[in-house]
C-alpha cells in the first residue's frame, strides 16, 4: 500500500521547516501517486493530479521535491523549463527530461514508469514573460501535453546526442510531474480578481474590501494562470496547486538548527573531524538568519552567511581547542581542558583476610 499521506507527510516534516500547507498536498499527491499505480495493475484507472508549486526563489522548492522522492522511495529528474525546446530547435526537447529520469533509475524502465519528474521555472513558458520568444515558449507548452497527460515516449538511451540508438518506450501515464516556479506578477492578478486594488476612473485606486485574504496566492484559480500566460490545456493538467511562503527570521533560525543534517550541524562535524569544537550561541544563529533574511533570497543565501562567519576558524583551525560563534560574528577561541577520568584503585582494602578472620586495626601512629 505505501506510506500514507500522515506517514508521508511527518517524513517531509522532519527535513523540511516550515509550508505546512504545501507539504500536506505533496503527501496527498505522492500517496495517490503511489496508489494509482498498483491499481492500474489491477486493471483500475485513476485520473493523474499533477502538481503545480508556486512560491518565490529559496524557499525549498526542489529541496521538498528531493525530500518527497526519498520518502516514497522513487527515482526523481530535475530539469529546468528554461532549456527546454520543440523537437527539431537546439536544445534540450521535452524528452529530455525522461531521459534524466531513466538515468536516475538505472536505466530501469519499470523503476522510471513510477517515479517523479519536477520542471522547475515553469513559469518562464508563459508567453507573457521575458526571454524566449513567445511561440517557442507557447510551443514547449504544447509539447509538454501529452507527457503530463500520459503517453508513451520513445527516449534514446543515451540521450538527444546519442538519436541513432534504438529508442526506448517510456509510458508517462503514472510518471508524476510537478512544476514549480515564483510566478511574479500572478499575486496581482488573484488580488484584481478578488477586488483588492481595483481602479475607478483616472486611475484612482479603490480600498480593498475588508473581507480580502491577506496572501493571494492561497486562492488562485485556473483562470489566473491562464490569465499569467500558461496555455488552458497545460494549466488542466496540472490541477493541484500548492503555494509556498516566504521564509522568516523565525524560518531560517529553524532550517540552521532544527533539520535532520541542518547547515550548523554539517559545520560543527566538519570542525570535529579535524579535532575540534565549534559552536554557535543562539544569539548568533538568529543574527545569521537575520543577515539572511534582509538579502531577500531565502534560504539559499544561508550557506554563504555562515561561511563568511567561520572562514578564519576553518583556516586557523587547531585540534583540541573550542570555538564560539557569538554576536556580531566574533569567535571565542579557547583549549578544552582535559577530560579527567578516575581510574579505580589498584589496592583492594579488605575487612577481612581469605581465611575469613577479622584483620586487626593498625593503631594511628604505628
Known sequence: MGPTPREIFDLLDGHVVGQGAAKKKL???????????????????FEKSNVLLIGPTGVGKTHLIRTLAGAIDVPV???????LTEAGYVG???EGLLHRLLLASDMDVAKAQ??????DEIDKLAWGSGGVGKDLRLGVQHSLLKMLEGATCHVPP????????ELVPIDTSDILFIGGGAFVGLEEIVARRLGRGATF???RTLPPPPDLPINPLGHVLPCDLEAFGLIPELVGRLPVVATLGELGVEDLTRILTDPVGGLLKQYKGLVGLRGA?????????VEIARAAHVRGVGARVLRSVVEAVVEDVLFDLTPGHLYTVTLGGKVECRKKPPIMVRRPSLVRHHSHDASGVPLARTPAGQ
Open 201 to 203: 476612473g483616472f486611475d
Open 158 to 165: 543515451g540521450g538527444a546526442r546519442h538519436p541513432a540508438q
Open 114 to 119: 513510477r517515479g517523479i519528474v519536477y520542471i
Open 92 to 94: 534540450e526537447d521535452v
Open 27 to 45: 503527501a496527498i499527491a505522492a500517496s495517490n501517486h503511489l496508489l494509482r499505480s498498483e491499481a492500474r495493475s489491477g486493471g483500475t484507472t
Open 277 to 285: 569544537t565549534l559552536e554557535f550561541t543562539d544569539e548568533a544563529v
Open 77 to 83: 529528474a530535475i530539469g529546468d523549463a528554461t532549456s
